[in-house]
């Protein structure tokens, strides 16, 4: 059985994590207690893991805010797994940027674009993505969005993928590209069609046209070329008053680069600013409320308090007088950006000309080169005087052409029938329905496990239906919340078992935060706990804030504390 089965993470400079690596062991023991006070960063293993293994913030934060607010540069997170006995390292980081995936103390090849690295590392090493990460192996995260809160179309992506059959989407998705191009070869092969039976058409009647005829569309096929070149000289010199006057405007705001360094400049100094005068107005509040030196004890004079609250007060003057003068740079640099923005749109609306003019004479210099073709040719004939080998290769060309249309059809009829197969409605629905009564089956299991008697149903539509003991019907949303928790539980535990049967991403891994600080009562703890202690081959995170009620729990107990406003584990 393929089982990724992780063994450690760790990570520095990362949300309130400081300049030394946070290690935890994820294979410590079989069920492990995270405590810690609020803001202690229990829940930063959750964001570890996931950033590492997805470049994405598990919470919603921007990326840049996973970085250390103080020491802001250096973010690293490592996670170590291994999956079908080949360790896997997995080294992400943030400021510089850093993704490097070892197997077996090899680094993979790093001269793919990090998109393809994510994916092979989704794809061909986990296998599992990170809507599926998240159903099989958190549970409780205020970034966690259980499956029954999931959209329909989220809910089928994680059951293909918990199912292991995502190969028939990623063949559905290749198979559109194969219509989308059939499409096209179909559409092109008629333009070939249409095009030679042109050629033809026109050939056939040329021959039997009388050769005195042939001088006046020459004079013709010449006037409109004449034409077409005079058009061409009037586009060209609008062009080239456009290229003028997109020149000038662009003279007129070369002070654009020095506008926007004032523009952050002055955000800058006034930020300074207005943090001194908030520093000397709690200057001001100390000798105001204090009469005694805290550090010697002994009393302030009155008259030193008074001279040094008036200097302060009078830096504060200056400073707010500094303020004005500094918003009004701000509004001219502000009027003056806006004055660029406007020019630049103007040159893009320029530009947009330029551009349409350029394809007016890219086609009328197309259409040149077809007549002047055809004038060649018309030429040519009349010196060669026979026509029968060119049409024999024009008839011959036509039918090769019906040849490919008949291929084209053919391949459309295959990959409509494949089409509707690999459709959802189709072999991807009619796995998916023979598994629908293994899931119900062990959800039904797991709530009963924690004294939920009610019957759990899910549809090949991926819709629910609760009844209860007097089969009243519900819905998720009708339970309390510590109802709702238990089903979630109950479909976490049943997305990691059918994972384990179907072995597509079965894991060690459970991290549940704060399951039994908020919605379970006391028996359902009590009930879960049992279910939990019955988990075969898994490693149990619980992060609580219970930790003096539920240590005895747990076989070992990992606390977080803030030490230096920066988080680690206490020894």
């Not at 090769?400 to 409605?425: P, Q, W």
């Not at 149903?457 to 009708?478: A, C, G, P, Q, V």
Request: hydrophobic fraction near 40%.
């Amino acid at each position: 059985m393929s089982v990724i089965f992780f063994e450690n993470v760790k990570w520095k400079n990362f949300l309130s994590t400081g300049n030394s690596f946070t290690e935890v062991d994820l294979n410590r023991h079989a069920n492990v207690l995270i405590v810690g006070e609020n803001g202690a960063g229990k829940s930063t293993i959750l964001d570890a893991l996931h950033f590492a293994l997805y470049g994405k913030p598990f919470r919603r934060v921007k990326k840049d805010q996973l970085i250390n607010s103080v020491n802001r540069r250096e973010a690293l997170v490592e996670v170590t797994f291994k999956v079908n006995n080949k360790q896997y390292r997995v080294v992400r980081g943030l400021k510089p940027n850093i993704f490097e995936i070892y197997e077996d103390s090899l680094l993979l090849d790093q001269h793919a674009a990090t998109k393809d690295s994510q994916e092979h590392l989704e794809n061909n090493i986990l296998r599992l993505n990170s809507k599926s990460f998240s159903q099989i192996i958190i549970l409780g995260s205020s970034a966690f969005v259980p499956f029954m809160q999931l959209t329909t179309g989220v809910r089928r992506e994680v059951i293909e993928d918990l199912l292991d059959i995502r190969i028939f989407s990623t063949m559905q998705s290749l198979l559109k590209e194969h219509i989308s191009a059939n499409k096209d070869d179909i559409v092109l092969n008629k333009k070939d069609i249409d095009s030679i039976q042109e050629i033809i058409q026109i050939r056939e009647r040329q021959i039997t046209q009388e050769k005195d005829l042939t001088n006046d569309r020459i004079i013709t096929h010449n006037k409109r070329i004449s034409e077409l070149y005079s058009s061409i000289t009037e586009i060209e010199k609008e062009i080239e008053t456009c290229n003028h006057d997109v020149k000038i405007m662009l003279d007129n705001i070369a002070d654009e680069s020095i506008n926007d360094a004032v523009i952050a400049n002055t955000a800058t100094i006034k930020n300074n600013l207005k943090a001194k005068k908030i520093k000397y107005e709690t200057a001001i509040e100390f000798y105001k409320e204090t009469q005694t030196c805290p550090t010697c004890t002994q009393e302030i004079d009155a008259a030193f308090r008074e001279e040094t609250i008036a200097m302060k007060l009078k830096i504060i003057s200056q400073i707010e007088t500094a303020l004005v003068e500094l918003q009004e740079s701000i509004v001219r640099s502000d009027d003056r950006y806006h004055e660029i923005v406007a020019v630049h749109n103007e040159i893009s609306k320029i530009q947009k000309r330029v551009t349409i003019s350029q394809n007016e004479i890219y086609k009328d210099l197309r259409e040149i080169g077809v007549i002047s073709n055809e004038v060649e040719h018309i030429q040519a004939q009349i010196q060669k005087g026979d026509n029968s080998a060119e049409m024999r290769e024009l008839y011959e060309r036509r039918e090769g052409y019906y040849t490919k249309k008949e291929e084209h059809l053919n391949s459309r009829e295959v990959f409509e029938m494949a089409n509707i197969i690999l459709r959802d409605s189709g072999i991807k629905s009619r796995i998916i329905k023979q598994y629908i009564p293994i899931i119900n089956s062990l959800v039904n299991k797991y709530l009963a496990a924690m004294d939920f008697f009610v019957k759990f149903e899910l549809d090949e539509n991926f819709e629910e239906k609760i009844l209860s003991r007097h089969r009243d019907e519900f819905t998720y949303e009708s339970f309390s919340e510590g109802e709702k928790m238990r089903i979630d539980l109950s479909l976490l535990f049943t997305w990691r078992a059918i994972a384990r049967m179907k072995n597509s991403a079965a894991t060690n891994l459970l991290i549940l935060d704060e399951v039994f600080d908020a919605s379970l009562d006391a028996n359902g703890c009590e009930e879960f706990l049992k279910l939990m202690q019955s988990l075969e081959d898994a490693n149990v995170f619980v992060i609580s804030h219970k930790g003096d009620i539920m240590q005895d729990k747990f076989r070992s107990t990992i606390r977080f504390e803030k030490h230096k406003n920066f988080s680690r584990i206490a020894a």
